[in-house]
């Protein structure tokens, strides 16, 4: 049948089960905007204050629901401003489906009014990339997109849609979406056959799991494997709720901002598993002295990544569950009592702790965390912004489920999470969703509130308020001589205020005995439907702790810092 283009977008969203799209209207794309008025019955439209924080909604969505998710912008401004959260998703390897509108075809190439060359532009930072220039081509072009987003390491892939392409009339005929097959070399079986005998005669064995576990849905497998390896587990930022936290073998985040228990098992362990993920530098600090006196298995989707960063002594390179599961039905249960016993008396020694700078009464994060954790029993989806706060989140709240925790990883995004904590809570309606901030982030999404209170969001924003750029000042702090500069943000501004004229509500903690209170009403107003904006006034001295300085040995962490000094 005949249909026009943007008519035919939308029949080839909804062939790939699309329910929901983020995005903001604009000329070049308007007839798009006519479909989904047309449509609206079977595809749920959220308009965000910012396309880029619609870029980061799709994105949240894609990683708390696993479907991919997609954002539609207008042309020149409207495009470019989805370039950070492209990359985002890009860096993270988050399915997601961009689609921009652009100038007519006989206008391109003229510097036409917001005229912009996208594809060019997001050629680096997406899996691939589209400019629709015949219509018979659209349909099939919709259909591949989402294929490539999905099929092995996934990630976001751009289609471009001059604007007469969306109002042509199209052949249109409805497909079934194509399978994504699972990623399985000829050679995988081999791999992980050898796998399992290096695994098998481990004796100090330690597994490290990435975001690769998550994205494969692969959790569940990953417990069974841990309980048969009887081994240590350590997650990265991105790998958080690939495995419960508040399980006995968990020690911790690897890294940078990891546990020193975890920076312990990679410097002692004789052999280290890694699933899915991509040995970051953040996650190596140093690779000439990393797991040095171990063996490195590395299994991961992504040939391009195993020995790319590091020297690994065993690769398996396939689909992470399909991977775990044939290692699973290949391994004995083992048991390994003085090596784990060792690893916890590591756990328990060094295990994380926050001191207060100047009163016993103040507001410490790792309280606030760890309390928001116990009132919602580790259940809660968990969007972070990208600071000091980013840590104490992976640090303070222990993931229990899968897909609970989305935070820009390899981009590092400020004025991420607020936009993910959207298409978290449109993606899952039932679960509490906090999105944790501090100050200099929230500064540069508060716009979205009034987003919040448009489509009556009713997720949690929790903001460390301590008037400073917390990260980069402790950097200079440590290694700049104390010259603060420009991290000093004190903006003056009255948050609760702020709420009140965006229309949400405001609760403010200023005070240890004043954490539970406050955020059970917080948790109370969410449930019956309320956004809140929650501000916990913190000290401006407050660090992230242990801290790995650069070109340092991960198991050489900072693990108190002297104000004075």
Not at 19 to 30: E, K, N, Q, R
Not at 46 to 62: F, N
């Amino acid at each position: 049948m005949k249909l026009n283009g943007s008519d035919v977008i939308i029949e080839c969203l909804l062939e790939q089960g699309v329910d929901t799209i983020f995005g903001y209207p604009g000329g070049a794309v308007l007839n798009i905007y006519d479909a989904l008025y047309k449509y609206s019955d079977k595809i749920r439209h959220v308009i965000t204050a910012h396309e880029q924080a619609a870029c980061h909604a799709a994105d949240g969505y894609s990683r708390t629901t696993g479907r991919t998710g997609v954002v539609l912008a207008t042309s020149g401004p409207g495009a470019t401003n989805l370039v950070t959260g492209i990359a985002t998703a890009y860096m993270d390897s988050v399915p997601l489906v961009a689609i921009t509108g652009n100038v007519t075809r006989n206008l391109l190439g003229l510097d036409s009014f917001q005229e912009v060359d996208i594809c060019g532009i997001t050629m680096p930072i997406t899996k691939h990339n589209y400019i629709v220039k015949d219509p018979d081509k659209l349909p099939e072009t919709i259909r591949e997109a989402f294929f490539i987003a999905n099929e092995g390491r996934k990630g976001p892939v751009l289609i471009d849609i001059p604007k007469d392409i969306t109002a042509a009339m199209i052949d249109y005929e409805r497909q079934e979406p194509r399978a994504i097959p699972v990623h399985m070399p000829a050679d995988v079986d081999k791999e992980i056959a050898e796998a399992a005998e290096l695994i098998s005669k481990a004796e100090r064995p330690f597994i490290y799991a990435g975001g690769g576990v998550v994205s494969a849905d692969a959790c569940e497998e990953m417990a069974e494997f841990v309980r048969k390896c009887n081994a240590p587990v350590a997650l990265s930022l991105m790998g958080q709720c690939a495995y419960d936290n508040t399980a006995e073998n968990y020690i911790g985040m690897l890294g940078m901002h990891g546990t020193k228990a975890a920076a312990m098992a990679v410097s002692r362990c004789d052999l280290m598993i890694v699933l899915g993920s991509r040995f970051s530098d953040r996650v190596l600090c140093n690779p000439n002295t990393f797991a040095k006196n171990a063996h490195i298995i590395h299994i991961e989707i992504d040939p391009a990544e195993i020995g790319k960063n590091i020297d690994v002594y065993h690769h398996v390179t396939g689909d992470v569950r399909y991977v775990i599961s044939k290692l699973n039905s290949m391994l004995p249960d083992m048991s390994h009592p003085e090596w784990f016993s060792e690893v916890m008396e590591w756990k328990k020694k060094y295990a994380l702790r926050m001191v207060p700078v100047e009163s016993e009464d103040e507001v410490l994060p790792d309280q606030v965390i760890s309390e928001l954790d116990r009132l919602t029993e580790g259940k809660a989806i968990i969007t972070t912004e990208v600071g000091q706060h980013q840590m104490w989140a992976a640090q303070y709240y222990n993931t229990r489920c899968p897909r609970s925790f989305a935070s820009s990883g390899g981009l590092g995004t400020m004025g991420y999470g607020l936009g993910a904590a959207i298409g978290s809570k449109v993606g899952n309606p039932d679960r509490t969703v906090v999105n944790i901030a501090g100050d200099g982030s929230f500064f540069m999404n508060c716009n979205e509130l009034s987003s919040l209170a448009k489509h009556k969001i009713p997720l949690i924003e929790l903001v460390f308020a301590n008037d400073v750029l917390g990260m980069v000042r402790q950097w200079q702090r440590l290694f700049y001589g104390k010259r603060f500069s420009q991290t000093d943000i004190e903006r003056g501004t009255d948050l609760m205020k702020l709420a009140e004229a965006f229309g949400i509500e405001g609760v403010r903690i200023t005070k240890k005995e004043e954490i539970t209170p406050m955020l059970t009403k917080a948790l109370e107003l969410a449930k019956a439907g309320r956004p809140v904006l929650v501000e916990a006034v913190i000290n401006k001295d407050i660090n992230v702790l242990p801290m790995v300085p650069a070109g340092a040995d991960v198991s050489e962490p900072i693990m108190e810092i002297e104000l004075d000094s």
